[in-house]
């Protein structure tokens, strides 16, 4: 009894009946649904297919050589173009970190120069105080002399540019041949200045190599993701 139904459903089934379009929706699942389940199409069961379309042979074995020569061209292809991407990465990851260690030893010279011109420019205008009390303490023919270095020093503030007239003048004058205090404080008012000159040229030598360096090809190509200034900043 029950194969008996069994029977009849399976009848009934093949006897429905579908539109077009449900048809070639039929089709296509089942079409689907064999391609899933084999991996392939081996080159006999081609052969077999081929001779009952009429097609030669050496036709068919023409076509299968130049598939196969296309999915090698295809695979040569990924692969060159997967082993031109791992040397360009390598290629910018050595770049970065020689570019990194030629920034960073040329960047830490520049700071450390400025520095010390930043240095030496406090101490000369930690000598202005003690230039302001000798004006205060000296006589009239002293007094005029002694403002025009402390109108010199003020007007340079943090700019290394020297009072060298000023200096000169008072440093010959006989009025202060015999005043060791004030002859002291000129001395030491003149090797500040001697010393933010030198350092100023020294920094401006260390600006001018990181420049160069900053400014070189790869550098230039990794200088602005590793966040280094394309010059050094001007004193």
Request: a positive charge; charged letters at 30%; glycine letters at 4%.
């Amino acid at each position: 009894l029950r194969g008996w139904r069994r029977g009849r459903e399976l009848v009934k089934t093949m006897d429905k009946r579908f539109e077009q379009e449900e048809a070639q929706e039929v089709i296509r699942e089942a079409v689907r649904l064999q391609q899933e389940h084999e991996e392939g199409v081996s080159q006999h069961v081609l052969e077999q297919s081929a001779a009952e379309l009429g097609i030669d042979p050496e036709r068919l074995r023409e076509a299968v050589r130049r598939v196969e020569q296309e999915r090698e061209r295809r695979a040569r292809m990924r692969r060159n173009a997967l082993i031109a991407l791992s040397v360009a990465a390598l290629l910018m990851v050595l770049n970065l970190l020689y570019s990194h260690f030629a920034l960073s030893g040329a960047w830490a010279e520049v700071q450390m120069r400025k520095a010390q011109v930043e240095n030496v420019v406090r101490r000369r205008q930690e000598l202005i105080p003690r230039l302001e009390s000798l004006v205060q303490q000296a006589n009239a023919a002293q007094r005029e002399r002694l403002q025009q270095v402390l109108n010199a020093l003020r007007q340079s503030g943090s700019e290394a540019q020297a009072p060298s007239q000023q200096l000169e003048r008072l440093l010959t004058d006989p009025a202060f041949r015999d005043d060791r205090l004030t002859m002291n404080l000129m001395y030491e008012i003149t090797g500040a200045e001697n010393r933010i000159v030198v350092e100023r040229k020294r920094y401006a030598e260390a600006a001018a190599r990181y420049n160069r360096v900053a400014s070189r090809f790869p550098v230039v190509l990794a200088r602005p993701l590793l966040g280094y200034p394309a010059q050094a900043p001007e004193l």
